[in-house]
């Protein structure tokens, strides 16, 4: 990338941190979105973005660490690592038109259900819907960096205060990232591809100060908006992601 390319890397690195903080996900859905202003391979962004998004979570960790219970997402991590090397496998060597389509279809369905059902009640906790969940994040996060919808539309149905709600969802992804970062470094000598070399470990630090400027400016939003105004933001980016991948699987299918 030329010194033009990075400058725009860095400037969507502030717009997808404060998205992320405001909704709790999306990070990694604006950036992989933006990679053609980058100049740079699909599959070294979505490696890239496993790094860039650590401090982010780590704000925002901070920010609702009153409301921080691991027993919520216990069963959902518990799922993350059958996903992972189904992931891998496609970031490697695998077209991603199918998962995208999939991912896309099931974001849209779930998300426009309590818009058709405006009455329907919170949903039940559930320990297999919530290891299903962490299956699709493992497998989503480590093909595409976007781990986060299956992780998001679980809680999401859980109708919990917005900052209960942010809390789970942050915990979960910071063990999904933990868990991505060893598997890039682990799977290395398996299959002889090396996903996250030195050199790209340190450009992604090096963009940390856009991430953190981005993440105050989001975790200032994300304190200005009630109840029903998180929702929304919520819902519509799970609808925006959908369509998006919706899109990207037509076109590379």
């Known amino acids: 990338m030329d010194a033009w390319q990075t400058a725009l890397l860095a400037g969507g690195c502030v717009v997808s941190s404060a998205v992320q903080s405001v909704s709790s996900f999306g990070f990694a859905v604006v950036l992989v979105a933006l990679t053609p202003l980058f100049g740079a ?150 299959t002889g591809r090396e996903l996250l070399p030195a050199a790209l470990a340190l450009r992604g630090a090096a963009l940390w100060p856009a991430v953190i400027i981005g993440a105050l400016l989001g975790e200032w939003a994300f304190g200005t908006i009630g109840q029903r105004g998180f929702r929304r933001a919520v819902a519509a980016m799970l609808i925006a992601c959908g369509v998006y991948q919706l899109g990207v699987a037509a076109g590379v299918g």
């Open 41 to 190: 391979d699909l599959r070294e962004v979505v490696v890239l973005i496993t790094v860039l998004v650590v401090p982010n979570i780590a704000i925002a960790l901070w920010q609702v660490r009153s409301e921080v219970r691991l027993r919520p997402v216990a069963w959902l991590l518990a799922g993350v690592p059958l996903g992972t090397p189904f992931g891998l496998y496609l970031l490697a060597f695998g077209p991603e038109w199918l998962l995208r389509g999939a991912l896309g279809l099931v974001l849209i369905g779930v998300t426009a259900e309590p818009f058709l059902r405006p009455r329907a009640g919170p949903r039940p906790e559930s320990r297999l819907w919530a290891f299903v969940a962490g299956v699709a994040s493992g497998a989503l996060g480590a093909a595409l960096s976007t781990g986060g919808p299956p992780v998001v539309l679980y809680f999401y149905g859980r109708q919990w205060s917005k900052r209960a709600t942010k809390a789970a969802v942050t915990l979960a992804f910071a063990g999904t990232v933990s868990w991505r970062l060893l598997a890039y470094i682990l799977q290395a000598p398996l």
